[in-house]
C-alpha cells in the first residue's frame, strides 16, 4: 500500500514475525581496521558510542571529514524519510547518496555483501525484524545518546540493533462509502459485502499475517493461538464480504477497495492522499492493539563509519523521532518523548487513537502462528 512495495509487503513484510524476537548477540569481530581514529582514541568502525570520538562534536567532525552516508531502502515517501533525509543534511552538511529506494530489506542485505570493501557500499539499514535477525553478524554494535529511552524489548543489550519506528494493525475505510466500524467483527455485516481486503498473503507478508492476529485478539484468541483470527477470515469469507486482492494505492482510489486492514501509518497516509477526493479514514480496534517495528542497524563493514554513527544519533533524537511521526510513523522513543514533553503534540495528537496494551509478538509465537497459518488459512479462505 505504498511505493516501497517491494521493500515492504513481500519478503520483508514478514519482519513482523520477528519484530520483537530478534535474539541478543555480542558485537561482531573485526579482522580489519582501516577507518579514521576519533578524538576519543577508537577508530571509528569500533565506536560503540560518540565518547569513543570524544562526544558529539567529534564524532560530527570525524562524520564531516567522511562527507557522505550511504543509505538504501528509503523511498521519501515512506515514513517521512525524505525530510528525514532533508533534515540531517540540512544539520551536519553530509551528502546523503540514496541508492535503491524500492529496494526491499532482502537487496539491502544483498548489495551490502555485493559492495562489501568498496566506497558505494550501504552504510545503514533499515530492515524488516525477520531478515535482519537472519543477518546480526552484519551488524556493528552503536548505543546513541538517546539509547536508554528505548525499551530493553525494542534493541539489543549491546546497540547490535535498534527497533526504529512502526506502528499498529487497523482497518482503513472510505467512510462516503461504507459505515464506520466500531471493532472488526462489524466487518461481518451486509454493509461490507465485497469490500473488506487484507494487505497481504498472512503466509507471506507481515501486514497480513499481522491482521491475521488482531482478528483473533478481537475474538477472544491470543498472540498463542491464533486459530480465531483465522475462523475470523473464514467467516468473512462465507459472507462474501473478504476480496482477495492485493491492495494497492490504486485499488483504493478506484474504489475496488473500500475497506483495507494494513498498519495504520499506511492507512493515514491514504487519507491524507486522498483528501478532498475520499474521506478514507483509519480505525485501530481497541483492545486487538498488534504492534510491529522495523530494525535500524549500522553496516559493519561501512565505508563512512563515522557518518552512519551520526546518522544514528540524528534518528533517534528528538527531531529525528518528530519526523518520522510526522510521517505518520510511531517512532521508538514515543513514551519517553511523551514524558519529557518533547513530543510534537499535533502530530502525535493526529495519531489514531490506540485503547489497550499493544501486543507485540515474541519470535516463538510468531513461528507457532506462522506453521498454523501455513497449514490452516489456504483452507479457510479456499
Given at each position: 500500500?505504498?511505493?516501497?512495495?517491494?521493500?515492504?509487503?513481500?519478503?520483508?513484510?514478514?519482519?513482523?514475525?520477528?519484530?520483537?524476537?530478534?535474539?541478543?548477540?555480542?558485537?561482531?569481530?573485526?579482522?580489519?581496521?582501516?577507518?579514521?581514529?576519533?578524538?576519543?582514541?577508537?577508530?571509528?568502525?569500533?565506536?560503540?558510542?560518540?565518547?569513543?570520538?570524544?562526544?558529539?562534536?567529534?564524532?560530527?567532525?570525524?562524520?564531516?571529514?567522511?562527507?557522505?552516508?550511504?543509505?538504501?531502502?528509503?523511498?521519501?515517501?515512506?515514513?517521512?524519510?525524505?525530510?528525514?533525509?532533508?533534515?540531517?543534511?540540512?544539520?551536519?552538511?553530509?551528502?546523503?547518496?540514496?541508492?535503491?529506494?524500492?529496494?526491499?530489506?532482502?537487496?539491502?542485505?544483498?548489495?551490502?555483501?555485493?559492495?562489501?570493501?568498496?566506497?558505494?557500499?550501504?552504510?545503514?539499514?533499515?530492515?524488516?525484524?525477520?531478515?535482519?535477525?537472519?543477518?546480526?553478524?552484519?551488524?556493528?554494535?552503536?548505543?546513541?545518546?538517546?539509547?536508554?529511552?528505548?525499551?530493553?524489548?525494542?534493541?539489543?543489550?549491546?546497540?547490535?540493533?535498534?527497533?526504529?519506528?512502526?506502528?499498529?494493525?487497523?482497518?482503513?475505510?472510505?467512510?462516503?462509502?461504507?459505515?464506520?466500524?466500531?471493532?472488526?467483527?462489524?466487518?461481518?455485516?451486509?454493509?461490507?459485502?465485497?469490500?473488506?481486503?487484507?494487505?497481504?498473503?498472512?503466509?507471506?507478508?507481515?501486514?497480513?499475517?499481522?491482521?491475521?492476529?488482531?482478528?483473533?485478539?478481537?475474538?477472544?484468541?491470543?498472540?498463542?493461538?491464533?486459530?480465531?483470527?483465522?475462523d475470523f477470515f473464514k467467516a468473512l469469507n462465507a459472507a462474501g464480504n473478504f476480496l482477495p486482492l492485493d491492495c494497492t494505492p490504486a485499488t483504493i482510489k478506484s474504489g475496488q477497495t473500500d475497506?483495507?486492514?494494513?498498519?495504520?501509518?499506511?492507512?493515514?497516509?491514504?487519507?491524507?492522499?486522498?483528501?478532498?477526493?475520499?474521506?478514507?479514514?483509519?480505525?485501530?480496534?481497541?483492545?486487538?492493539?498488534?504492534?510491529?517495528?522495523?530494525?535500524?542497524?549500522?553496516?559493519?563493514?561501512?565505508?563512512?563509519?563515522?557518518?552512519?554513527?551520526?546518522?544514528?544519533?540524528?534518528?533517534?533524537?528528538?527531531?529525528?523521532?518528530?519526523?518520522?511521526?510526522?510521517?505518520?510513523?510511531?517512532?521508538?522513543?514515543?513514551?519517553?518523548?511523551?514524558?519529557?514533553?518533547?513530543?510534537?503534540?499535533?502530530?502525535?495528537?493526529?495519531?489514531?487513537?490506540?485503547?489497550?496494551?499493544?501486543?507485540?509478538?515474541?519470535?516463538?509465537?510468531s513461528d507457532k502462528a506462522k506453521a498454523y497459518l501455513t497449514a490452516n488459512w489456504a483452507k479457510a479462505i479456499g
Amino acid at each position: 500500500m505504498k511505493t516501497r512495495t517491494a521493500r515492504r509487503t513481500g519478503v520483508a513484510a514478514l519482519a513482523a514475525f520477528a519484530l520483537i524476537g530478534i535474539a541478543a548477540c555480542s558485537p561482531p569481530a573485526k579482522t580489519s581496521d582501516t577507518s579514521s581514529t576519533g578524538a576519543g582514541g577508537v577508530k571509528a568502525s569500533a565506536a560503540t558510542s560518540a565518547q569513543d570520538f570524544g562526544g558529539m562534536s567529534g564524532l560530527v567532525d570525524a562524520a564531516k571529514k567522511e562527507g557522505t552516508l550511504n543509505v538504501i531502502a528509503l523511498p521519501p515517501d515512506w515514513a517521512n524519510y525524505g525530510a528525514v533525509i532533508k533534515g540531517f543534511q540540512a544539520k551536519y552538511g553530509l551528502k546523503v547518496d540514496s541508492a535503491q529506494p524500492d529496494a526491499s530489506s532482502a537487496d539491502e542485505i544483498t548489495a551490502a555483501k555485493n559492495l562489501k570493501g568498496q566506497s558505494k557500499a550501504p552504510d545503514v539499514f533499515d530492515l524488516g525484524g525477520a531478515v535482519a535477525s537472519a543477518n546480526t553478524a552484519m551488524f556493528a554494535a552503536y548505543k546513541v545518546a538517546t539509547f536508554g529511552d528505548v525499551p530493553a524489548a525494542l534493541k539489543d543489550a549491546n546497540g547490535l540493533w535498534v527497533n526504529d519506528y512502526g506502528g499498529y494493525l487497523s482497518i482503513g475505510y472510505d467512510a462516503g462509502k461504507v459505515p464506520a466500524p466500531a471493532k472488526v467483527e462489524d466487518l461481518l455485516k451486509p454493509a461490507y459485502k465485497g469490500k473488506v481486503c487484507l494487505n497481504g498473503d498472512p503466509t507471506k507478508a507481515g501486514a497480513g499475517f499481522s491482521g491475521v492476529v488482531m482478528a483473533a485478539l478481537s475474538q477472544g484468541g491470543s498472540a498463542d493461538d491464533i486459530s480465531k483470527g483465522v475462523d475470523f477470515f473464514k467467516a468473512l469469507n462465507a459472507a462474501g464480504n473478504f476480496l482477495p486482492l492485493d491492495c494497492t494505492p490504486a485499488t483504493i482510489k478506484s474504489g475496488q477497495t473500500d475497506v483495507v486492514i494494513d498498519w495504520d501509518y499506511l492507512n493515514v497516509a491514504q487519507g491524507k492522499k486522498l483528501k478532498g477526493t475520499k474521506d478514507w479514514k483509519t480505525l485501530v480496534p481497541a483492545g486487538a492493539v498488534v504492534g510491529g517495528y522495523y530494525v535500524q542497524a549500522i553496516n559493519v563493514d561501512a565505508p563512512h563509519p563515522a557518518a552512519a554513527r551520526l546518522w544514528q544519533e540524528y534518528l533517534y533524537s528528538d527531531e529525528g523521532q518528530n519526523l518520522w511521526l510526522k510521517g505518520g510513523a510511531r517512532p521508538v522513543r514515543e513514551e519517553a518523548m511523551v514524558k519529557a514533553g518533547t513530543i510534537d503534540k499535533a502530530a502525535f495528537s493526529a495519531l489514531p487513537k490506540a485503547e489497550g496494551t499493544p501486543v507485540f509478538l515474541t519470535s516463538a509465537q510468531s513461528d507457532k502462528a506462522k506453521a498454523y497459518l501455513t497449514a490452516n488459512w489456504a483452507k479457510a479462505i479456499g
